[in-house]
């Protein structure tokens, strides 16, 4: 789905893809006493941009779900995906978007049952190279709460917006690295590497044979896999706890993009060994 609001440029465009994503890693809640009941939501989780003269801009909603007012702030930090573990922040990226990313408002209070507004707007200097341009935008709010004996105690939540500025004609270009069987998971993994310039959210479909017998079929996740990295993708199915060791044909399609329009088939040899 696409969203382009109406002062935007068509180049400009922002996707967002919530639940399928599986990008709950972004969103985590620190608590230091009794349970809070979560009031702070942003959306959309992932912000994909077309830089139009090396300029871009996007907005993030802020919504207050509970019934007292919140302050909240946002900041930026670089972020990976990696490998095994999907997404991380880091200290440091060639292609961290922060320096070039402006708020407005970079703090605001949020009143109870409200969604506010925050515009951001990427500017990249001409001299950058054409590239893909990206960091993690979270929302945070800091709440003073009460234990039960009546000292202070703080609660801090945060959200997270992972944003993708692209400059220039540079695309995703995912191919099928790798796979192994994980027999303490009773999972397959395959690893798919992407040489573009671009990340791209994807998904598998896959087939399991042994000769013409068809073991096991399914879909993975959607899937980042990030510009100049790869990804394991976990393709689970309950038929895999009683797989068999031998010698195995796994064939299925990666698809990414707009409406799934590019297109990935693979057919590898899967060895399972003896336990």
């Known amino acids: 789905m696409f969203f382009v609001p109406p002062n935007l440029t068509t180049a400009s465009r922002i996707t967002f893809k919530a639940l399928q994503l599986g990008i709950w890693a972004l969103s985590a809640a620190f608590i230091f006493s009794n349970p809070a009941k979560a009031q702070l939501?942003?959306?959309?989780?992932?912000?994909?941009?077309?830089?139009?003269r090396g300029q871009a801009q996007a907005f993030i909603n802020v919504t207050n779900s509970g019934d007292t007012p919140l302050r909240v702030r946002l900041y930026t930090e670089p972020?990976?995906?990696?490998?095994?573990?999907?997404?991380?922040?880091a200290s440091s990226s060639p292609?961290?978007?922060?320096?070039?990313?402006?708020?407005?408002?970079?703090?605001?209070?949020?009143p109870p049952g409200v969604t506010r507004r925050v515009r951001l707007r990427a500017m990249l200097a001409p001299s950058l190279p054409d590239g893909e341009y990206r960091t993690a935008v979270f929302t945070e709010s800091l709440k003073e709460l009460g234990d039960n004996d009546s000292n202070t105690v703080s609660v801090v939540t945060r959200v997270g917006t992972v944003i993708y500025v692209r400059k220039g004609d540079v695309e995703p270009n995912l191919a099928v690295d790798s796979v192994r069987f994980d027999q303490a998971k009773?999972?397959?993994?395959?690893?798919?590497?992407?040489i573009g310039e671009a990340s791209a959210i994807s998904?598998?479909?896959?087939?399991?044979?042994?000769?013409?017998?068809v073991i096991s079929t399914g879909e993975s996740?959607?899937?980042?896999?990030?510009?100049?990295?790869?990804?394991?993708?976990?393709?689970?199915?309950?038929?895999?706890?009683?797989?068999?060791?031998?010698?195995?044909?796994?064939?299925g399609e990666v698809t990414w993009g707009e409406d799934e329009s590019n297109k990935l088939p693979f057919s590898v040899n899967l060895t399972v060994p003896e336990p």
């Open 203 to 213: 998904t598998a479909t896959w087939t399991l044979k042994q000769g013409e017998t």
């Open 186 to 194: 009773n999972q397959i993994q395959l690893l798919i590497r992407n």
């Open 41 to 52: 939501g942003a959306s959309p989780l992932v912000i994909e941009s077309q830089a139009n």
């Open 79 to 89: 972020f990976t995906y990696n490998r095994d573990k999907g997404f991380q922040t």
């Open 95 to 110: 292609n961290d978007l922060s320096s070039y990313l402006q708020f407005s408002p970079r703090e605001l209070t949020v």
């Open 221 to 251: 996740i959607a899937t980042t896999v990030i510009a100049q990295g790869d990804r394991n993708f976990l393709l689970s199915d309950a038929k895999l706890e009683s797989l068999s060791p031998g010698n195995y044909q796994l064939t």
